[in-house]
């Protein structure tokens, strides 16, 4: 009977110790258009589950949890933003279904506007042949963008693609020949044609192509939901399939597509949201 006593106490006394799951967003702040991480801290029973913006949050394990990436639409609202994930952890031998919960810290936008003169055809509606070959680009990227989920194919922080001055930058309101309104969901660098444009990190090649708008075009998945995309290029490099490192030539700057001059046009996407490319470089990944 004392035994029993003491065994029960025992694991009573562990089950106590079990360190609580807990909810860690990071960065704290963010402005609209950023990607941030969702950080479940703890011994979990199953992956956790949440969204953010209506979007679902896809977990992969890290050091000391699980962690997933997340944008903020660049329609979010100034102010705190509640995060809840619900997580499964074991407590007593039984498991049990958490709220954890978080408020993330919303910054007001700054976008600049920016009115540019572009070729009449940009911006007036497209003949039929035309519209079949932006109709078939379409197709190309949507079949780029479906990579299942996976885990991360890279193990260390995001890195330029060339060192350059910025001179588009992403959320940047545009009014094209004084009547089209369009976002910029991207940055433009510059760079002299001909320049290398290297891998911003490991991953692999799913789209080659010559695009009507975005001209000849790489973009990379790189697990985690994350892709990365480089338009504009004189030519590429590399093939569809392809495994490239952090830093490894991708192709050159060009003036191909819809654009008035060479230069490097650099996206970043988590999920289906394209997000600021700098958010991303300042991302610390917890794996």
Known sequence: MILALALAGLATLSAAAEPAPALELLPARARPGDAFLVHVRGELAA????????????????RHGQVAVAGLPVETPAGPLEVTVWAEAERGGERQALPLRAALDVAAPEF???AL?????????????LQRRIDADRAAFARAFAQPEEPPLFAGAFAWPRRARVTAGYGEQRTLNGVKPSQHYGLDLAGPAGAPVGAANDGRVVLVRDCWASGKTVILWHG???????????????????????????GEVGATGRVSGPHLHWGVRVGDLYVDPRSVLRLRWPW
């Open 47 to 62: 992956p956790p589950a949440g969204a953010v913006a209506g979007r679902d949050l896809a977990f992969f394990p890290g």
């Open 112 to 114: 600049p506007s920016r």
């Open 117 to 129: 003169a572009v070729q009449r055809e940009f911006v007036e509606p497209p003949p039929p042949e």
């Open 224 to 250: 985690a939901g994350l892709y990365t995309t480089y338009f504009h290029l004189a030519r590429a490099a590399v093939a569809e399939g392809q495994r490239v490192r952090r830093g490894q030539k991708l």
